[in-house]
T-cell receptor, first 116, second 111 residues
Framework: GAVVSQHPSWVICKSGTSVKIECRSLDFQATTMFWYRQFPKQSLMLMAT?????????EQGVEKDKFLINHASLTLSTLTVTSAHPEDSSFYICSARDYNAYNEQFFGPGTRLTVL | RKEVEQDPGPFNVPEGATVAFNCTYSNSASQSFFWYRQDCRKEPKLLMSVYSSGNEDGRFTAQLNRASQYISLLIRDSKLSDSATYLCVVISNTGGFKTIFGAGTRLFVKA
């Protein structure tokens, strides 16, 4: 199947700093990428849908000024957690949609963020 | 009512057992259905797509019932390595492409 990479795989930062997470589709072009957050023992929660060349669509309750999304190319989307706080500590997973694979979504390996 | 509902489990079964998971969805216009598997602290991985005609992949069988709006996953001859969380995923395209994940069903297969 298609491959999606994420970087970094884990990050520990101080409260108040900003953290950028990259999501890349390695062998296909993804006009749409998705960003999810997963807290322990909970399901994946969609944060936003990232569309190449246009603004991201955020889910209700997700602050767009805090979680900045940029989808500048067909293979790269970035999520920046600005002024991170301990409550932002979570597992962030991106996925990319492959239109040629019956709407299947391929997930990145995730980024574990810990804010001290 | 949640858009996609699953029994959270956990299901504790012995090796070799047959176990079935169900999932219901609320949007009758939903188009695509999948089962994903997620191991602890890892990303979800596609297990299989679900079609109206049903589909089988080795020990795994998935069924879709559009009239009753539920999908199922049957695992035969359970292995220890089947222990994971199984996520029901429903995709709809009403008002925009949207993927909804169920909360997952936890499965423990014991020796």
């Amino acid at each position: 199947g298609a491959v999606v990479s994420q970087h970094p795989s884990w990050v520990i930062c101080k409260s108040g700093t900003s953290v950028k997470i990259e999501c890349r589709s390695l062998d296909f072009q993804a006009t749409t990428m998705f960003w999810y957050r997963q807290f322990p023992k909970q399901s994946l929660m969609l944060m936003a849908t990232s569309n190449e060349g246009s603004k991201a669509t955020y889910e209700q309750g997700v602050e767009k000024d805090k979680f900045l999304i940029n989808h500048a190319s067909l293979t790269l989307s970035t999520l920046t957690v600005t002024s991170a706080h301990p409550e932002d500590s979570s597992f962030y997973i991106c996925s990319a949609r492959d239109y040629n694979a019956y709407n299947e979504q391929f997930f990145g390996p995730g980024t574990r963020l810990t804010v001290l | 009512r949640k858009e996609v509902e699953q029994d959270p489990g956990p299901f504790n079964v012995p090796e070799g057992a047959t176990v079935a998971f169900n999932c219901t969805y609320s949007n009758s216009a939903s188009q695509s259905f999948f089962w994903y598997r997620q191991d602890c602290r890892k990303e979800p991985k596609l297990l299989m797509s679900v079609y109206s005609s049903g589909n089988e992949d080795g020990r795994f069988t998935a069924q879709l019932n559009r009239a009753s709006q539920y999908i199922s996953l049957l695992i035969r001859d359970s292995k220890l390595s089947d222990s994971a969380t199984y996520l029901c995923v429903v995709i709809s395209n009403t008002g925009g492409f949207k993927t909804i994940f169920g909360a997952g069903t936890r499965l423990f297969v014991k020796a």
